[in-house]
């Protein structure tokens, strides 16, 4: 579930109203997801895996320059051979088309999970470490637990500002404080990226850096699986963040399925608003990329 404000904060029913739905989804069993989804409608429950498409086959990507022309937005239900979906079962390859779509000419490739992913989960701090290919990295997050017995539902917060932290709190959820630059760090050279994302894929990765945040959170989210701790719950998670953060909550929630709430706040620019509205809305342009 997705829910997007165009304000400066979130209002703290609306939150309220969100977490409950997270708390909700997240008592379920993985095989009661689909129930709870049934029952609860808007609310759609987190996958189990990161990325349920790997297995599928997906050709006939575009070149940018052999792009259509189209004057309407592009019907999200056609497949890359001109096919149209039409059972829920269909729409997890179609999902996997789309999403190589946006690494392509968007995000650049979120890698899968490393080969090894290890940390650990304490009522302060998430330590994540990480190893892949002979190379090695670790970050953290810090954690704000809210009162009563856990595990707890948790929002990660990008970047530290924009979200009702207390709200969320309040509403019965863990706050995970993510600082993204530590995993890809702004205002670098592109051959010369750096951050934990980096230091495993090379600081000339083509990876952007909303793709590098978004592989961070999907490794906070492993260490959480593994820890087997009882304090919070991997398959109740949400995300949000302001602006530039508000593009990474977006990101973060589309390139993870076991994400289930996702708030981004005014994302703008390859957020949640789309690209072909830029120049009506006066929103800063793609050339200033």
Known sequence: MTIHSGRSGIRPTVVALAIAALTVAGS???????????????????????????????????????????????????????????????WRCRRAEIRELTEKFVFGEKPAKPATVTGTVSNTTINVNVSHNGRSSSFSARVELPSGTGP???????????????????????VISYDPLAVGRE???????????????????????????????????????QSGNGLLKPDAMGVTGCSRYGKGAFAIGAFDQRIALTMPIESGSAGVPIFRGIPGEGAQSLSSA
């Open 152 to 174: 707890f539902p948790a929002v990660v917060v990008v970047g530290g500002f924009g979200a009702d932290t207390a709200t969320i709190k309040a509403a019965g959820a863990a």
């Open 28 to 90: 379920a069993s993985v095989v009661a997801r689909t129930t709870v989804a049934q029952a609860a409608p808007g609310v759609m429950a987190a996958a189990a895996v990161e990325d349920e498409g790997t297995d599928c086959a997906v050709s006939g990507l575009p070149d940018l320059g052999s792009l259509p022309t189209n004057a309407k937005l592009p019907d999200p239900f056609r497949r890359l051979n001109g096919t149209t979906i039409t059972t829920r079962s269909d």
């Open 187 to 225: 205002g670098t050279p592109r051959n010369n990226k750096q951050g934990a994302f980096y230091s495993i894929y090379g600081s000339s990765s083509s990876t952007g850096l909303l793709a590098a945040w978004s592989w961070g959170v999907s490794r906070i989210i492993d260490v959480i699986e």
